[in-house]
């Protein structure tokens, strides 16, 4: 199958740029996501924009159980898509499950990546010994009963945790609404891949500079496992935004930009 049909690939900013930069989103929601991002380097850039198997308007038929397990299976899907599109040395920016997708993508093609943006990104979301990831055992085993027995009902109280910003409804709504829509077997799949991971001793051999954006208050990545993830990977920067919640892409894109602005516009 063509990727780009698979992935639902759509292109926006400069088709004559002379950089490419790449956006891909995080759990429950799908390349819309970054719609108040992605304009403000439309000038300068060729804007990628795609969905991950199993999301938004992905073929339905791309998602395989078997291979998106792991976080593995979705950064070769990204080394697959950017081969197809030839494209090389790409500034790639990704949300949660997006973010970790560029990173292991780019430790296994470093040709493909220039520079990496990582938003609410984490190695390991199970707390251990000598580790906060956010999240026990019990909270973990808890929620896998809570999506089997009502997926719309867990949607609905997962999403304003997340997304924080209380006095806004209006933005947690939404995203319910998008969790929604992917088939609950997929839902479960995505959500053991993601926080069954532990990416920790992989994510040293990044070799691309990497900008990590956390929020004040993530309840879904403490700040914590966001300050592992900078000290692991050499020349990583952390900057911690004046945000709340896991998806400030689309609640605070101001912030969100004012703080990446510079680093995806670095030559190089």
């Known amino acids: 199958m063509d990727l780009r049909r698979r992935h639902h690939v759509t292109f926006a900013g400069r088709d004559d740029a002379a950089r490419s930069l790449v956006f891909a989103h995080g759990f429950g929601t799908d390349q819309r996501a970054w719609a108040q991002i992605w304009p403000a380097f439309a000038d300068e850039f060729r804007i990628v924009l795609y969905d991950h198997a199993g999301a938004g308007q992905a073929d339905p038929a791309a ?3 078997h291979r998106y397990l792991t976080m593995d299976g979705y950064a070769r899907d990204l080394n697959a898509l950017l081969d197809e599109l030839r494209l090389q040395e790409v500034v ?3 949300h949660s499950m997006g973010a970790m997708t560029g990173i292991l993508a780019a430790i296994a093609r470093p040709e493909q990546f220039s520079r990496l943006v990582g938003i609410g990104a984490s190695a390991r ?3 251990g010994p000598g580790y906060r990831g956010g999240f026990s055992e019990a909270d973990l085993n808890a929620l896998y009963r809570a999506v089997t027995t009502g997926h719309d009902a867990w949607a ?3 999403a304003p945790v997340a997304m924080g910003n209380r006095d806004r409804p209006e933005l947690a709504e939404h995203f319910a609404n998008t969790i929604k829509r992917v088939p609950t077997d997929a839902i479960l799949t995505v959500l053991c891949s993601i926080f069954q991971c532990d990416y920790r001793q992989a994510v040293q051999r990044l070799q691309r500079p990497l900008l ?7 309840a879904a990545v403490p700040l914590e496992a966001a300050e592992f993830l ?3 990977i050499d020349g990583s920067t952390l900057r911690v935004i004046d945000a709340e919640g896991h998806l400030p892409h689309i609640s605070a894109p101001e912030r969100v930009l004012e703080a990446l602005q510079d680093f995806v516009r670095a030559p190089g």
């Open 156 to 158: 609905e109280q997962f």
């Open 125 to 127: 979301y199970l707390d």
């Open 230 to 232: 900078h000290q692991a």
């Open 63 to 65: 998602f395989e159980q």
């Open 92 to 94: 790639f920016v990704g």
């Open 212 to 218: 990590l954006l956390q929020t004040r208050n993530d």
